[in-house]
């Protein structure tokens, strides 16, 4: 759009605004002649069935006065509000004032609300009835798109009600996940073991951690390879908070649990990003989200 800012791109608009204006008028006007009584009446020169033709009679009345009224209305709309180029219209409206003023008054209304819930601690934001009510509110706008209205997310989303946490649940982290958002990424470890084979027998052994039905005979082919992988989730793969690494022994998986899937994880890797809300929500709405989401993960 950088290049129509200049100012003759103002005056073709509102010139073609106001001609288009004038010529609804001036066709109005030349299409609403009356025809004389008793002079005949004249036809477009279209005839069917022998003796069916078409008269050219002008437009009624009623039909012409709608499209006076509505170059009427064209007319007063465009000198109060912005529509001919530059020019801001009587009225000085903008979509932008419009937005200020709204802001505005949502800051007079709830300022002192944020501000109260804001001053309290994340787990006090957590136990106060407005506040949860006020966070969830934040929640389902801001965050529901990805883990759900009732926050036990999706593939790829984590579930916020499970106490399961890839970079820790206390409140200064949940707060700073928030604000700064997180980027985790897994990277593909399958020629580091050897090939899809090996992946599938590391695939059995991550399985065999947290007990799920897996094949014991590649769980224990895999198993000494495991080193490879406890660099990022330990040597007991509980995992490790501090890069963002999940606790493979609790069987709460991001991408799914099957075999095929896990065995995919290890081959291509994965990466994933949860978004940084700084800008929009600030600091005090950040916290009250928070609060929320410290709530239900500790019913």
Known sequence: MSDFTDGFWSLWVAGLSIISILFCALLLTLQGKKRVPGTPVETTGHQWDENLTELNNPLPLWWMWLFWITIGFGVVYLVLYPGL????????????GEYATERAEADALYGPRFQRLASLEVAQIAKDPEGRLMGERLFLTYCSQCHGSDARGAKGYPDLTAGAW????????????????????????????????QTLDMAHYVLSLSGAKHDAKRASDAKPKFAVCAACHGADAKGNVAMGAPNLTDKIWLHGGSVETIAETIAQGRSSRMPAHREFLGEEKSKILAGYVYGISRP
Not at 85 to 94: A, D, T
């Open 166 to 197: 890839l970079y820790g649940g206390d409140a200064p982290t949940l707060v700073k996940t928030i604000l700064d958002g997180r980027q985790g990424m897994m990277p593909p470890m399958g020629a580091a073991l050897g090939g899809p084979e």
């Open 85 to 96: 180029g530059s020019f801001p219209g009587v009225l000085k409206w903008s979509s932008s």
